[in-house]
């Protein structure tokens, strides 16, 4: 088994000078690149691990892949799982899983793995799109026509794509390849529903994540399309080839939360990223800032009512948690272990972190609209106690939403606060210094 092939490497400058100096980034006040960052390997994310790493490859594990196409795998008597429900969750798998197996005698898996692949590609010369900025206006427009919700556009850098890519089938890392043509990625943000995902963590809840990448995909698709019929490049991702949340904060589609996901003004958390590299000339967006920063700093929602705990609930920091995490970034940064391993156990989704966040709304309500200018402003506590106050992070019955003809529901089980839980917070730190205190007993035993 390898999994750090030497192929990979020219996409990294083994001449460059290392980084010296510390680089703020996304117009964040709290993110920064350090001198020991380190690119991010694909067979090192928790679904990868899945297939290779032994203290993850388990028989719980292969249940719960299994379960993606057959419904009836972990169907058990507890609200939100039963068969009906992983139905549901099921369907829209069936579009990605669809992609993903295409090209699987080429040992590629498009849209998890690999990019997607191109379907009869156009040879034609670049047309004239006129200027950077009114090509950018027009990309925009036809990927809101094809179904995105969000769109920005920002410079292509090689810091964000994986240093190796990872093959389930072979368990094998390989290399990744870009052309040097590149120089933009677009990016596009799809929406989940908003009362799917209050219903996290059962299978009813996880098909708001399901429904998501298959709209992306599909948008993805069709974008990308129609980039290469004006004779460009054009290189759809979904989970392959790079990290999103990076682009998507270039890309000015939002800032960075505590829960380790990007908060976008219209849907908060509740949002999946694809992008589109290509060399389209394009007029680049601006990182935004709208106070998710000033919030996450004073809200504990999502690590309060993280079931594994896997949140951190203190200060932005560069500690890693363990391999999945990427190295030499300081910013909030979650346990991909123990998140994978309640996945594993529940035996689908959860996206308690995207449900219980303040910004987590149905904007199209006054309420939220004025919840979002408070969260701007220094009434951002006041703002967060009256919205406790709602409950609107609550879980609510998978039973009642298939019953709802007017987007009433009922409660499952009531949500933690806001507020910063001392137990919690103490809890995780004897977690990192049990886990410190390893790591230098390994390294002396070295």
């Known amino acids: 088994?390898?999994?750090?092939?030497?192929?990979?490497?020219?996409?990294?400058?083994?001449?460059?000078?290392?980084?010296?100096?510390?680089?703020?980034?996304?117009?964040s006040a709290h993110i920064e690149v350090t001198p020991e960052f380190e690119g991010f390997h694909q067979h090192n994310d928790m679904f990868s691990r899945g297939f290779w790493d032994p203290?993850?490859?388990?028989?719980?594990?292969?249940?719960?892949?299994?379960?993606?196409?057959?419904?009836?795998?972990?169907?058990?008597?507890?609200?939100?799982?039963?068969?009906?429900?992983?139905?549901?969750?099921?369907?829209?798998?069936?579009?990605?899983?669809?992609?993903?197996?295409?090209h699987k005698a080429r040992d590629r898996r498009d849209g998890f793995t690999d990019d997607f692949t191109p379907h009869l590609p156009p040879k034609v010369d670049p047309a004239d799109i006129g200027s950077p900025s009114i090509a950018a206006r027009h990309?925009?427009?036809?990927?809101?026509?094809?179904g995105a919700d969000l769109v920005g556009v920002t410079a292509y850098d090689p810091r964000w794509t994986y240093r190796s890519k990872f093959s389930a089938r072979k368990v094998v890392s390989k290399p990744v390849e870009v052309p040097a043509e590149i120089t933009n990625v677009i990016v596009l943000g799809k929406s989940m529903d908003y009362g799917l995902v209050r219903m996290s963590p059962t299978a009813t809840g996880s098909t708001s994540a399901a429904a998501g990448y298959a709209e992306d995909a599909i948008t993805l698709l069709a974008l990308a399309q129609y980039i290469r019929s004006l004779g460009y490049i054009a290189i759809a991702n979904q989970n392959d080839t790079n990290l999103a949340i990076p682009y998507a904060l270039q890309a000015g589609l939002g800032e960075y939360g505590r829960n380790g996901l990007v908060i976008t003004k219209d849907f908060g958390p509740r949002v999946r990223f694809g992008r589109i590299l290509t060399n389209m000339p394009l007029a680049h967006d601006k990182p935004v800032s709208f106070g998710v920063e000033k919030t996450c700093e004073i809200c504990r929602r999502c690590a309060n009512n993280c079931p594994p705990q896997a949140i951190d609930h203190g200060a932005p920091s560069t500690y890693t948690f363990n391999q999945s995490n990427t190295r030499g970034i300081k910013k909030w940064t979650t346990d991909g272990e123990k998140c994978f391993k309640f996945w594993v156990l529940k035996?689908?989704?959860?996206?308690?972190?995207?449900?219980?966040?303040?910004?987590?709304?149905?904007?199209?309500?006054?309420?939220?609209?004025?919840?979002?200018?408070m969260l701007q402003t220094p009434l951002r506590r006041l703002a967060l106690k009256l919205d406790d106050a709602t409950r609107l992070h609550d879980q609510i019955k998978p039973s009642s939403w298939w019953r709802s003809t007017n987007g009433k529901y009922a409660v499952l089980e009531r949500a933690k606060d806001h507020a910063l839980m001392p137990n919690l917070k103490g809890q995780q730190d004897k977690l990192k210094a049990v886990r410190d205190a390893r790591k230098a007993q390994e390294a002396r035993s070295d």
């Open 347 to 373: 035996g689908s989704d959860c996206a308690n972190c995207i449900r219980t966040c303040p910004y987590n709304k149905d904007h199209s309500k006054l309420w939220s609209k004025v919840m979002m200018w």
């Open 1 to 27: 088994m390898s999994l750090d092939p030497d192929p990979s490497k020219p996409l990294f400058d083994p001449h460059a000078a290392p980084q010296r100096v510390v680089e703020r980034f996304g117009g």
């Open 55 to 102: 203290r993850f490859r388990t028989k719980g594990t292969m249940r719960f892949f299994k379960s993606f196409v057959k419904p009836t795998e972990r169907v058990r008597d507890e609200p939100g799982f039963a068969q009906q429900d992983f139905a549901l969750r099921n369907g829209p798998w069936a579009v990605t899983e669809m992609l993903a197996e295409m």
């Open 139 to 146: 990309v925009k427009k036809v990927a809101k026509l094809y």
